[in-house]
C-alpha cells in the first residue's frame, strides 16, 4: 500500500497505526519556499523533515513526489532527499499550464542524475519549463 500526502507532519502521530507493509510518501516539490498563493501544504522544509522522522524512526519504506516540480537547487535538494531514504522518487513537471515557478529543464535533468546515485527515479512528465519554450 502507499500513503501520499502533503501533510507528512501527521505521519508522527499516526504511525503506531501503520502497518510495515504501507510505504509512507509525501509530495515534496521543491527545497525552497513556496508562496501562500501557489500552497497551503506544510513547508518544504516541514515536510522533509517530517519524511526523515518516518525514515529514521519506522520499519516503512517511504516514498517521494516531486511532482508538480519547481525550481530547486539541484544538489541541496537531492542531499535532503537521500535522508528521506527513499524507496522511489517521481519527478514531473506540472499538467494543468499553472504556470508555476518551474526550473529550467538543464536543473531538473541534474536533479534526477543526483537521485539516481541513491533511488529509482520514476520520470513523470520531463519537458523545458514552460518559460524556457
Not at 507493509?21 to 500552497?39: C, K, R, Y
Given at each position: 500500500?502507499?500513503?501520499?500526502?502533503?501533510y507528512?507532519?501527521?505521519?508522527?502521530?499516526?504511525l503506531?497505526?501503520?502497518?510495515e507493509?504501507?510505504?509512507?510518501?509525501?509530495?515534496?516539490?521543491?527545497?525552497?519556499?513556496?508562496?501562500?498563493?501557489?500552497?497551503r501544504?506544510?513547508?518544504?522544509?516541514?515536510?522533509?523533515?517530517?519524511?526523515?522522522?518516518?525514515?529514521?524512526?519506522?520499519?516503512?519504506?517511504t516514498?517521494?513526489?516531486?511532482?508538480?516540480?519547481m525550481?530547486?537547487?539541484?544538489?541541496?535538494?537531492?542531499?535532503?532527499?537521500?535522508?528521506?531514504?527513499?524507496?522511489?522518487?517521481?519527478?514531473?513537471?506540472?499538467?494543468?499550464?499553472?504556470?508555476?515557478?518551474?526550473?529550467?529543464?538543464e536543473?531538473t535533468?541534474?536533479?534526477?542524475?543526483?537521485?539516481?546515485?541513491?533511488?529509482?527515479?520514476?520520470?513523470?512528465?520531463?519537458?523545458?519549463a514552460?518559460?524556457?519554450?
Open positions: 500500500f502507499l500513503d501520499l500526502t502533503k507528512p507532519t501527521r505521519y508522527p502521530e499516526l503506531e497505526y501503520v502497518p507493509n504501507v510505504v509512507l510518501g509525501a509530495t515534496i516539490e521543491t527545497d525552497m519556499p513556496i508562496a501562500p498563493e501557489i500552497t501544504a506544510p513547508s518544504p522544509w516541514l515536510r522533509l523533515q517530517a519524511m526523515r522522522y518516518v525514515a529514521e524512526n519506522t520499519g516503512n519504506q516514498f517521494v513526489s516531486v511532482e508538480p516540480i525550481d530547486l537547487y539541484p544538489e541541496g535538494f537531492a542531499a535532503a532527499l537521500e535522508k528521506v531514504r527513499p524507496w522511489k522518487v517521481a519527478v514531473g513537471y506540472d499538467n494543468w499550464k499553472n504556470r508555476l515557478p518551474e526550473p529550467p529543464l536543473k535533468e541534474r536533479l534526477i542524475e543526483l537521485l539516481e546515485e541513491f533511488t529509482e527515479v520514476e520520470r513523470k512528465t520531463i519537458r523545458k514552460w518559460w524556457e519554450e
